[in-house]
């Protein structure tokens, strides 16, 4: 990968990491799929008014992105991250990690090589060494959700990775993730327009760090990624995530830094640091339909 790729592939996972503070405060005050339905509201009138429609065969990619990436992965993750512990459900995400190396090797024939395995492993050894700090203990059904929305992300990943990424993909996948989300808040939730008035100054700093921040920085640069890399170079990335979330919580929310938590983050990131030592995976270039659609050629492979 190139200087500004790695940069890129670090900062991400840093907004994201902080993104889990404002998603905790957030969620105090609105209802938490309601504040996913005007995360992605706002997102898509920000966005659909200046990119193209997407074309007849871009619109089947673009509504699965958004059943995915939308719906099931924020969906399950909202709920999970406003019922259980930020610190751990930042710490179960990272198994979208190894759920999108396993995956592009079936489904876009990226077959990891021995030394980008051993990165992902260290790193989720440091990751498991970060879920076993005794703080972060949680019970079972805010993990399982948190979990189920690691394997939507690691899907939606694939699925850009194959189709995408494409202009009109971050506007149109959140307008089509809106009804989703505002469906199950109508079934599940309540008090959704007394939130709209209830909720205080920092809430609405925090909606508008998801929205700007984490969602159109951030994916932004995701997909930029994505569409230049293999996926076995930027996935291990993402295990940089509860490093940040971590981090941020001692910031922010004055959780306590042990060497437990300091351990696990620095395998975490030499584990990363590895799975960039040399080309990992190589790409089929004929059986990899984005490999086509790429007029940049890509420094990661």
């Known amino acids: 990968m190139s200087a500004i790729q790695i940069v890129c592939a670090v900062a991400v996972p840093l907004l994201w990491g902080y993104q889990f503070v404002a998603i905790k405060v957030g969620v105090a005050e609105f209802p938490p799929l309601f504040f ?4 992605f509201l706002a997102i898509a009138l920000l966005l659909v008014p200046f990119v193209r429609k997407p074309t007849r065969a871009q619109l089947g990619p673009v509504a699965a992105i958004s059943i995915f990436l939308g719906g099931l992965n924020f969906g399950l993750f909202y709920v999970g991250l406003g019922l259980g512990s930020g610190s751990m459900s930042a710490v179960a995400y990272q198994l979208a990690t190894p759920f999108t190396v396993v995956l592009a090797w079936p489904l876009l024939a990226e077959r990891p090589s021995l030394t980008t395995s051993a990165g992902v492993l260290l790193a989720f050894a440091g990751v498991v060494v970060l879920a076993a700090e005794p703080g ?15 394997f939507a992300f690691a899907v939606s990943n694939v699925l850009t990775k194959r189709y995408g990424p494409f202009d009109p993909l971050m506007g149109w996948s959140s307008l089509l993730t809106v009804p989703q989300v505002l469906a199950m808040s109508l079934l599940l939730e309540h008090g959704q327009m007394a939130s709209l008035v209830t909720a205080d100054e920092l809430a609405w700093l925090a909606l508008a760090y998801t929205i700007f921040i984490g969602g159109i920085l951030g994916f932004s640069l995701w997909f930029w990624l994505i569409g230049r890399c293999s996926m076995s170079r930027v996935a291990p990335f993402g295990l940089l995530l509860p490093v940040f979330a971590l981090m941020s919580s001692v910031l922010f ?3 306590r830094m042990t060497p437990k938590l ?21 790409t089929n270039a004929v059986n990899s339909p984005s490999a086509t659609r790429q007029s940049a050629p890509s420094s990661c492979r």
């Open 253 to 255: 929310l004055g959780e």
């Open 36 to 39: 996913l339905a005007l995360r």
């Open 262 to 282: 300091i351990a696990g983050g620095l395998l975490a990131i030499s584990g990363v640091a590895m799975t960039q030592v040399r080309p990992g995976a190589r």
């Open 136 to 150: 972060l203990s949680a019970n079972g059904f805010p993990l399982l959700l948190v979990v189920g929305a690691a």
